[in-house]
């Protein structure tokens, strides 16, 4: 009886959206007169961070603060149309969305500027921090704030812009099955290192180390945290979570927190992390988006590592104690393979 | 149904109200005071959403009885800044980026400062066992643990 290290690979592409009719999410972006800007939307954010990132994405698009920019996600019935947030779209369809708004609230906002300075739109430029100047001559300038109150009160313009972003319906070939049901993908590969105890079947995290691609990382930080967060959503469906732990019958099945089993702080491991950034040609500044894959490598890279550590191929989720043990007494006995 | 008198400190401000008998601390909190901080996880003791300070000591307000808080002082999250200002948990946990959802942050920080309140040096070890009753979905608790530890260090050089 003993503990047994082992050590798994999995390596994953995620396509990013879907490609059900298209996809399609849309945004609206509006000024009010004192020159912050509103972003609506109907895309919930659950956390994962699409306000922060839509916010990011209109203010870089519009050339003023973050500060200035406001997103609205509230309501489905009286926002503009989204498809969700779910396939990891959120960052890419939203974003595109947003983007294309934005470009077109820009438009209205410079020539709104270009009224009052007298001068022609394309020779004006945002300089990030709230002002619009005449190109070469940063003296020329005008405050959003300013150029918002006389679209509004002089001008009678509304410094708006409608996106949407929808992805052309890629009919299947009869012939060949063949489609295309993403625009871009990102890639993921996990090493997970388990400890395995071939007396009780328990299945322990030791280390994982992952890597990344997932386009431009838009906001770093909410990355790493969805990575960080999404490979115990991983551990916890490869080794907990279900809705029927043992038993076929569903009365038998966990009805709370106490029954559903998941992974407490005290089951976490190290986990050390790679963002490869390779911008995406169609992405809101190159971002595809984290989102579902965070999870997705950990399951066969933990299944892997099993194998190495006692030899046992576990096909069946989660990897239950119970499993583990009759699959190691079904071969007779633990047999660990070559570690490399 | 009868009612029961009720007073105690709540956040440093003594409030009295009305319960009906059984009434757990969660409910009197959220709808008789309006303190929405404590949150409703599972109302059974298995998540700790719910999570308060009665006279400093972490107690699940969801299985706590109103009519059992008479009299002692109860601390929700509402009540740990100071002013405008953030408490050293609040900041460590904005910086560490250790919410997504937010739904368990006030059970987190409650049992956080709980252990800060003891223990101001606590090791990777203690805070791991001190947020064990609280369940977080979305953040794997790693920005959790490191928030925890990195206010533990800031109150340390503060003092």
Known sequence: ????????????????????????????????????????????????????????????????PVEDVYVDTADSDTGPHCMGSFASRGTHRVGNAVMAAAKEARGVMMEAAAEELEVNAADLDTDGRGNIHVKGAPHRSISTKDVAIAAQFKQGKTISGRGIFLVPLSEVNPETGEMS??????????????????????????????????????NPRLVEQQLVGGAWM?????????????????????????????????????????VLERPAADGPFGAKGPGEMCANPVLPAVANAIFNAVGVRMDELPITPEKVLRAIKAQGGARPQARR | MTKTPLQFRHNG??????VEGGVNLLVALRESIGDMTPKFGCGQGGCGACSVLIDGELHLSCLTLAEAVNGRSIQTLDG?????????L???????????????????????????????????????????GNICRCTGYEPIINAVLAAATSGRARA
């Not at chain 1, 961070?49 to 698009?61: N, P, Y």
């Not at chain 1, 990102?186 to 890597?211: I, N, Y």
């Open chain 1, 181 to 218: 049901p993403a625009t871009c993908y990102a890639h993921a590969c996990l090493v997970a290192e388990v400890e395995v105890d071939d007396e009780t079947g328990e299945v322990a995290m030791v280390r994982m180390d992952s890597a990344y691609e997932l386009g431009r990382a838009l």
């Open chain 2, 80 to 88: 740990v800044k100071d002013g405008p200002n953030l408490h050293p």
């Open chain 2, 13 to 18: 401000r003594d409030v009295a109200l009305f």
């Open chain 1, 1 to 64: 009886m003993a503990k047994h290290r082992g050590r798994g690979i999995a390596s994953i592409n995620y396509p990013i959206g879907m490609n059900l009719g298209g996809d399609p999410s849309q945004a609206l972006v509006h000024s009010n007169p004192s020159g912050k800007f509103t972003v609506s939307l109907s895309s919930i954010d659950l956390g994962q961070g699409m306000k922060s990132v839509t916010r990011q994405i209109c203010a870089e698009t519009l050339g003023v």
């Open chain 2, 90 to 132: 609040q900041r460590a946990f904005m910086e560490q980026f250790a919410a997504q959802c937010g739904y368990c942050t006030p059970g987190m920080l409650m049992a956080a400062k709980a252990l800060l309140d003891r223990n101001p040096s606590p090791t990777r070890a203690e805070v791991i066992e001190a947020i064990s």
């Open chain 1, 234 to 274: 991983g551990i916890s469906h490869t080794l907990f979570e279900t809705p029927e732990p043992y038993y076929p019958d569903p009365v038998h099945g966990p009805r709370d927190f106490v029954e559903y089993l998941m992974p407490g702080p005290g089951d976490i491991c190290p986990h050390d992390i790679a």
